[in-house]
DNA sequence: CGGCATCCATTTTGATACTG
DNA sequence: CAGTATCAAAATGGATGCCG
């Protein structure tokens, strides 16, 4: 049982060593949002078989970047979380977002699966301190059945799967639209005044929320 | 010969279905410090086979990541070099070396290859712009046989392989050296002292460049 | 539901020999 | 030096089956 190695001496070889290995970032990248039960771990991953997905979860606890915990009261069941070095994969995994948004999204393909998670995290990628400058705000998204929600307090974010506690602003939409509107093909004004998103709750916050994220226009690699 | 892809629309994985095959990542690590040569490539990479090697660069100058070059005279000789879009995956590689810097590094191992430009690269990585602030200043370094330099700009910095046209400081060490300074197991100056490394140039430059790097230190992943 | 074990068809990789 | 060709070893994926 031998784990593969690149064998460098080198901070981006180690820790590709470590996370480098097929489905191991997109595993962590579910966890960046909170805590997340095997089911749903494998619902997330399509392609990913359990015999994997047990193996990768066993490496991660080995290597001390996610835990198996339980779920506080009612739910107590099994999940697995993030430690503290597991979080801190989150600037490296928004690095590789930011570039996949700039270079690589495009539209949909058919054979592609979708979860509203992944462009919530599209948008914590893109998000400007400088833009949130004084702002304390809870944002809560509604997208078809998921729900996520973002605090940004004066120049930092933090986006967690599941509602918030006391949300200054609720909207609501449905996947079609929120792809929409985080690929720039229409804005969330635009989606709200068609009547394809709902928005409710402190209207000063609302306003500010178009200018918190910076999303790149799509570039073409084929030339230069 | 379809290629395998993770189907999911999200930023992330369309990434990692680009660059997330083992051996990418390290071989665009390699083009960052600028054009390379295939044989130099793979002597860099140890492990890497021929066959794979030029599958790989086949696949990033298809995805318009990397194309194929032919040095300036009096070379002439091919080489691969990065496309703008190969260049913009710096900052994710360099968020993947910080963490590695923090969470993965300690002591090298007996199996483990070295190069300086990983180091380099290791620099670039904690690269502090705020103190870095109004200086303009170019280093070279010389570390056994490889030489690489940095130019500072206020703010920005840019490292490359090969010597510099007008360093103000020249650095010379050897690689064990350039290792301990760069994994703060001793910093420049006792090197310096102790005879270890010489620097020669403007001393002002030399002063500020220890300020210019915040190495983190290592941290544990096995509690918490 | 959570999670590990097994079996098997495909891919990917690693190592080496070989060619212009 | 820059790659191709070839082949063995390892990783992946997918389907189940099992057990608490």
Redesign the pocket.
Same mark, same amino acid.
């Given at each position: 049982m031998e784990?593969?190695t690149y064998n460098q001496y080198c901070a981006t070889a180690r820790t590709l060593d470590l996370v480098g290995?097929?489905?191991t970032l997109l595993l962590i990248r579910e966890l960046l949002t909170g805590p997340k039960?095997?089911?749903?771990l494998?619902t997330s991953l399509?392609?990913?078989? &359990?015999?994997?997905l047990?193996?990768r979860?066993?490496h991660l606890e080995r290597e001390g970047l996610a835990r198996?915990i339980t779920l506080p009261p009612p739910a107590r &069941?099994?999940?697995?979380a993030l430690t503290e070095a597991g979080q801190e994969l989150g600037p490296a995994i928004l690095a590789l977002a930011r570039w996949g948004l700039k270079w690589a999204m495009g539209e949909r393909r058919e054979t592609e699966t979708f979860h509203p998670g992944w462009a919530v995290l599209g948008l914590r990628a893109c998000f400007d301190p400088k833009a949130a400058g004084g702002l304390r705000a809870v944002y809560e998204f509604r997208v078809d059945d998921e729900v996520f929600h973002a605090r940004i307090d004066d120049g930092t974010v933090e986006v967690l799967h599941g509602p918030a506690q006391h949300p200054d602003v609720t909207l609501a939409m449905s996947e079609e639209v929120f792809v929409g509107v985080t690929s720039l093909s229409r804005t969330l004004p635009q989606a709200i005044a068609a009547g394809a998103a709902t928005a409710t709750g402190d209207a000063e916050a609302l306003r500010r929320l178009n200018g918190l994220f910076r999303l790149p226009s799509p570039q073409s690699r084929s030339a230069n």
């Open positions: 784990q593969r290995e097929r489905w039960r095997y089911g749903d494998q399509r392609g990913l078989g &359990t015999g994997l047990a193996t979860l066993k198996k &069941t099994p999940a697995y």
